[in-house]
């Protein structure tokens, strides 16, 4: 018998397994591509980017998956050492120091785990945790293998860290940076990619022309274009046509030193200093974006309540307008009012009304905001947005929202305040919000006409409630 504890991390494994499988097979396909375009006498390639596969890893399963992950990890590094030629006894040993050292860096991160993209903080305890990672994890795989030889240590803790400073940071960037991510699939992002990608080549493919500050350039451009995870991606493209093309004997690297090791430690170096070149542009414009969206938030958030403003509630409608219209969906919305805000101003002063506004503020978001978008048109009138819902569809919560006005306790000396509600269905006669705001007033009106507590609806305005 599973405990209650037993049982829902064995839920939580199984909700998990798609994606701890994907990484698993990603860090094989890393792995593979790695080994195969690598001709180093250790048999150690130039980047090892499947290290950077299972960090990410680490970060974004949940803690009951982690043991999953690592499991399938180690499989993938064992199948792919075996297939490169790698001895099992020593791809044992590889594979050992490649898991202990992705779990040094997840460990070594704590809390700073790429929450917030571009975060100084963030980047710089992840240099020092891969730093530490790929040192240890050297150590490691030089005990395991019997070899401790300095070529041998620095290559191996050289390609872990290239490979964790240019993979973990795009998948994690990608998880979580939404703003930039949107941009990656757009049709002028792939104009982005094939351009860097060309420069690239120019750059790598041939020893003509010293050409290799076209990738820089190119970085550059997709990094304004496409932001921090744009800058990520671009890193990422850069060091695959450059690690083939160099392990493949093309290009200046390799037409200008003969040793292969002295090849891979100068395309290490100049990968370290093209992410030390754009990283900081990436996340300065990153944190000006960010600042540019708070500031935008902001503004289109109504200080006393917290709702979206005039503008920002009447450009939601128009959007769900064109929506209605294009997919042919029911569209309803409500324009609330409070009964005689004006006079208890006057009577009791701005504070109280204040007070009104934020109390009936709760009251809406708890009646309507589960299915609906809300903001205050101004003063004391709000609007709700109901998109898929027709006018009867969302009469009865409108009406509660009502009954519970009436019936809450204000102050003592406050005994009694009402609201009236008009509400309104997109029709195909609506060209544009002020016509079906229109209907919505005329409704309001109707109901304030009739003795105003009321809730009516355009067209057949039946009155809802009690005066």
Partial sequence: MLKPSENLERKVMVRHLPITLAFSLLYLVCAVAALIVTDAEDGIAAIWPASGVFVAGLFLVPREARVVLAAGVGFASMGANVVGGVPWIVAAGYTAANIIEGF???RLMGRHRFAHPGDPVAIIRFAGAL??????SALMAGALSMNFSLEFLWSWSSTVMLGLATVTPVIMFLASDRHDRRKLVRPGAFAVYALLVAMSLAAFAQHTYPLLFLPVVGLALATSALGLSGAAVGILLVTAIGSYLTAS???PVSEHFDNIQTQVIYFQAYLVCLIAAIMPLAVLIRRHQNEAMQ??????????TGMATRRKILRQLEQAMVRARRDETP???AMVDIDHFKSINDRFGHVQGDDILSTLTNLMREELE???????????????IFEGESAEDIFERCEKLRERAAAHEWSHDLKHVTISIGIAEYRDRHRITGEMLRDADLALYRAKDEGRNLCLVYEDAAPAGAQ
């Fill in 104 to 106: 040094i860096v997840w």
């Fill in 131 to 136: 730093i530490a990672g790929g040192v240890a």
């Fill in 249 to 251: 004997g093309e290009g």
């Fill in 295 to 304: 500031n935008l938030e902001l503004a289109e958030t109504d200080q006393l």
């Fill in 331 to 333: 569209l309803a919305i």
């Fill in 370 to 384: 589960a299915t609906g978008k809300l903001g205050r048109l101004g003063g004391e009138e709000f609007l709700g």
